[in-house]
């Protein structure tokens, strides 16, 4: 099969895949028209942001991506460059007001221009420049077949079991993992069992259908290593519509900001567009 066959096939099998993922009726028809009515980070000091958890600064744009996405309840998938110790952190400064998601990532990634974002399977994803065409990514390793159907902790736990196994043998083909491990799981993940059927598709396509099929949820990706090889990377998910925690006993849930952050004037609804 030539290379030209290989994609129309793999397009095929992409496009078979997303017939299988309806979109939640509560989604937008594009995350990146969303409107934001207020959105403030300081990535230089980040002791002067407005966020609520406090940190040192600098914060470059893995932490600007990640407050915008909990800010305006949008999954927005992140994958970042390999971290050095040598390298200095390009700071993201944003100060926006009635705006939309695409025009405050237009200045996230003016400001870090090794990056760049697109909206695909109905989820946003920011990446570096050309790393969804660089055959070392991890994230481009093709998986042959993944086919389980877990809860979703231990959906993503299979995933980053058949990625170790698959980047050590691209040939291997292990339907069922039957991993064992030690991930940590999301205290409050979507309920029910979920099911996976996916053949010769990127680990970057999977995780993003499988965000797009459960809702409130998006992937990001580090590597601890000269290239973003499987050998050195951490998969991870959160919930951009985040759970918090009561402070009573027993333990109970709520979905959304805390009742504290709501009074907060920033978290205000939108009163003019």
Known sequence: MNRKSRLCLRSALIA????????????????????VCRFIFHGRDFRKGIEHERGHGPVGISGAVRSLAEHAEV????????????????????????????????QVVSQDRRYVYRERFG??????????????????????????????NGLI?????????????????????????????????????????F???????ILTLLCAKVGNMAWTASFDAPRPSCQHHAIGVYQPRRWSPSDTVPLTWSRGLPEACLKCHYHEPCRSK
């Open 16 to 35: 078979l895949a997303i017939a299988g993922y309806s979109r939640p009726a509560d989604v937008p028809s594009s995350y990146l028209q969303k409107h």
């Open 75 to 106: 999954p927005v998938c992140f994958e970042a460059l390999r971290s050095s110790p040598d390298e200095a952190i390009v700071p993201i400064e944003i100060n926006a007001k009635n705006t939309t998601v695409k025009e405050i990532l237009d």
């Open 123 to 152: 989820l946003v994803e920011v990446l570096p420049q050309g790393a969804d065409r660089d055959p070392t990514d991890c994230l481009n390793t093709v998986i042959p077949v993944f086919r389980v159907r877990y809860d979703w």
């Open 157 to 197: 736990e299979q995933l980053r079991c058949e990625v170790d196994i698959v980047s050590r043998d691209p040939k291997a083909v292990v339907p069922f993992p039957g991993c064992g491990g030690s991930y940590p799981g999301l205290p409050h993940p979507p309920p029910g069992l979920i099911g996976a059927n």
């Open 199 to 205: 053949e010769n598709q990127t680990v970057r396509d």
